[in-house]
């Protein structure tokens, strides 16, 4: 299939974006600027330079570079906003973001610009003339003056979308190079001073540097006008850097009518999760983290995200673990598309009737797995946590927490030939013991004034200490049982005269 890329250019995003603010404290009962042009200014060296006009502005003859000072001379009406670029980024982001309901593969192209990789997307919405119409429709109706163009490379696209006449246009696949020889030599993304230079040796059209030998082209006028020229034409790579991770598992829908009743949700979800647990199943794999994207009418997206313990597949137990999400869901306008991602692991296919399907772990109970899932979702991804096996003989170090719907790592086996307590105590209590011979278990101890008289115990195991650790002693471990059938975890240190004794655990 032909790599196809979808560039889009917001020629005045600085100024649509104040534009949009505008409109909503009129909404909100403000004043608005009708009828008014608007320009975007910044301090530049002690002047204040305009850095963003919108059409309005343009009309009147002005642009950006302009003092201040000159333009009010101009347009004496002009409404001047001081410039934001962190948040021209900002509303860069959203769009971005907004995007995803076309492709995963969404990065931006700042300051103004975004790169959609659409191989294989355009079918959906009917071919890429539809697609064109439906991107540039939407990014209009939320405010956005916007050009587009498809094309087979990054670099081609960004310069049809710049250069190019009309506001959206299509190179049809393998003939970019006829549809960039009429730009100039500027779409190239080339320096100034390069531009410059090309002009005065008569190369002004990108079709003029197509006859000329590419040795004497770099040697002459630098490697980077051959590079950018390759990039164009697709003899050298230029990827695209999507802003988001792009999961293997997706599943998308469009609503035909915009949706923000609870059960409408509750359909879409149901039929997203449907489908991408079917592909999971035809992967082997079960979800380890699903993030749902709502996708509104005015161009915000809402999410959703959960984890799981262990790899799932099963839709009903992942409908429940969204269930509480939605209700925090704003629908705002209406969501008019959706889609669903995951990130996935290997899952080991479960038996029938002896597990729920798609939830299947050899080291943890499909109940318990559910329960899990449900308080770490609930309670926030630490909120819930597991002990993991370190490679450590110390009891105090040999075990180390970490949150129950965390990726399993590479970690210590557990030390299954010596028998552990359930509980281990964070500091082993003191207690008072008595033995019959010094090397032999105790008979009798008493520990937060209960006295034990030990009927059956069993040991010692010697531990030592780690020698990089400032500890002396070994400790010698004991497993005993009282006659009331509790069970303990002791332990001495020193011998003789000089031996204490410790209770360190309880087992069940």
């Not at 963003?52 to 009147?60: F, S």
């Not at 059209?205 to 980077?224: E, F, M, Q, T």
């Not at 006008?225 to 695209?240: F, I, K, S, T």
């Not at 308080?375 to 949150?403: I, K």
Request: one cysteine or more.
């Amino acid at each position: 299939m032909a790599r196809r890329i979808l560039a889009v250019w917001l020629p005045r995003l600085a100024t649509d974006r104040l534009a949009r603010r505008g409109v909503a404290e009129r909404d909100g009962g403000g004043h608005g600027r009708e009828g008014r042009p608007l320009a975007a200014v910044a301090g530049v060296r002690g002047r204040r330079l305009l850095t963003a006009v919108d059409a309005l502005a343009e009309q009147a003859g002005l642009a950006p570079g302009m003092t201040l000072a000159d333009a009010r001379a101009v347009e004496p009406g002009l409404v001047a906003v001081e410039a934001d670029p962190a948040a021209d980024a900002r509303a860069l982001d959203g769009l971005a973001d907004w995007c995803g309901r076309y492709t995963p593969w969404v990065g931006t192209d700042p300051p103004d610009g975004l790169v959609l990789d659409v191989t294989g997307c355009a079918h959906l919405l009917g071919g890429e003339p539809a697609l064109l119409d439906d991107v540039a429709r939407r990014l209009r109706a939320f405010g956005y003056a916007c050009r587009l163009a498809l094309a087979d490379t990054p670099a081609a696209a960004a310069a049809l979308a710049r250069f190019h006449p009309r506001d959206a246009v299509r190179a049809p696949s393998g003939r970019g190079r006829e549809a960039l020889a009429p730009l100039p030599v500027a779409a190239l993304r080339l320096d100034a001073t390069t531009t410059a230079l090309l002009g005065r040796l008569g190369l002004r059209r990108i079709g003029d540097l197509y006859p000329l030998p590419r040795p004497s082209l770099a040697v002459r006028l630098g490697a980077a006008v051959v590079r950018r020229l390759d990039q164009a034409l697709g003899l050298a790579a230029e990827p695209v850097s999507p802003r988001r991770p792009v999961p293997p598992h997706a599943a998308r829908m469009a609503f035909a009518e915009p949706i923000s009743e609870r059960a409408s949700m509750d359909a879409a979800l149901t039929g997203l999760l449907a489908r991408l647990c079917a592909g999971l199943e035809r992967a082997g794999q079960g979800a380890r983290l699903l993030e749902l994207c709502f996708f509104r009418m005015d161009g915000r997206v809402e999410r959703a995200r959960i984890g799981t313990a262990r790899p799932v597949r099963d839709p009903g137990h992942l409908a429940r673990l969204f269930a509480e999400k939605l209700e925090r869901l704003d629908p705002g306008p209406g969501f008019e598309a959706a889609s669903l991602l995951a990130e996935a692991e290997p899952l080991v296919p479960s038996q029938g009737g002896l597990a729920a399907p798609g939830l299947a772990d050899p080291g943890m109970p499909p109940a318990l797995a559910e329960l899990v899932d449900r308080l770490g979702n609930r309670l926030g991804p630490d909120g819930v946590q597991r002990l993991l096996p370190r490679e450590s003989w110390w009891p105090e170090r040999a075990v180390e927490p970490a949150p129950a719907l965390a990726r399993p790592t590479a970690a210590a086996p557990w030390p299954v030939d010596r028998p552990r307590p359930v509980r281990l105590l964070a500091v082993p209590e003191p207690i008072l013991a008595t033995a019959l011979v010094p090397d032999d278990p105790p008979v009798m101890f008493r520990w937060r004034e209960a006295l034990h008289r030990v009927s059956r115990a069993d040991g010692p195991e010697r531990i030592e200490p780690e020698w990089w650790r400032a500890l002396t002693e070994p400790r010698d471990y004991y497993r005993v049982e009282d006659e009331a059938g509790c069970r303990f975890w002791l332990f001495r240190t020193g011998f003789d005269r000089t031996a204490r004794w410790f209770l360190h655990g309880v087992f069940p």
